[in-house]
T-cell receptor, first 111, second 116 residues
């Protein structure tokens, strides 16, 4: 079945440092979404990427969708303590409405 | 808009009993609702997809007689864990989407189930 892996699994950074998480799917995706889950909380939608090679920015967050539509990345510039949480990518295959969530990257930001 | 309410947020039950979890879309009609299970520090594993008025579609390995899903209206889906055992202890999260070609899934706050 479809697998979506993320690396790294954990990342500790000092506040102000940059952070990147990478998402790789075993199959081609129709689109990919990114969610953030704070400790003890539930996933919150961040963004959706649809087009091959697409790049979107939200303030300090930059999202990319690979040319082959099998990988994606999320880059945070100058992390803040509010960025703490687990970031999940979630891929949709074909025309279905089912999402396959990635393994997640847990980000910790230290002062 | 797009608020999903999930209840209860936390439940403790004895082994052998059944537990019902409700998922409601408060300000939109959800044509599709999803039920996930999440173990500590792990990803969300899709258990089933439910569409209003039809039987749920279960993922491979998920026992449909164990995890009963009912999607009786466009705003309510329920998950009943029948004859719960300690290995069913987990974090269960529902999500809802607005239409069949969906984009965004809006998540409930989750239910932490502990089976003694």
């Amino acid at each position: 079945g479809q697998q979506v892996m993320q690396i790294p699994q954990y990342q500790h950074v000092q506040e102000g440092e940059d952070f990147t998480t990478y998402c790789n799917s075993s199959t081609t995706l129709s689109n990919i979404q990114w969610y953030k889950q704070r400790p003890g909380g539930h996933p919150v939608f961040l963004i959706q990427l649809v087009k091959s090679g697409e790049v979107k920015k939200q303030k300090r967050l930059t999202f990319q969708f690979g040319e082959a539509k099998k990988n994606s990345s999320l880059h945070i510039t100058a992390t803040q303590t509010t960025d703490v949480g687990t970031y999940f990518c979630a891929g949709r295959k074909g025309g279905g409405n089912k999402l396959t969530f990635g393994t997640g990257t847990q980000l910790k930001v230290e002062l | 808009g797009a608020v999903v309410s999930q209840h209860p947020s936390w439940v403790i039950c004895k082994s052998g009993t059944s537990v019902k979890i409700e998922c409601r879309s408060l300000d939109f009609q959800a044509t599709t609702m999803f039920w996930y299970r999440q173990f500590p520090k792990q990803s969300l594993m899709l258990m089933a997809t439910s569409n209003e008025g039809s039987k749920a579609t279960y993922e491979q390995g998920v026992e449909k007689d164990k995890f009963l899903i009912n999607h009786a209206s466009l705003t309510l889906s329920t998950l009943t864990v029948t004859s719960a055992h300690p290995e069913d202890s987990s974090f269960y999260i529902c999500s809802a989407s607005r239409d069949l070609t969906v984009d965004i899934q809006y998540f409930g706050a989750g239910t932490r189930l502990s089976v003694l």
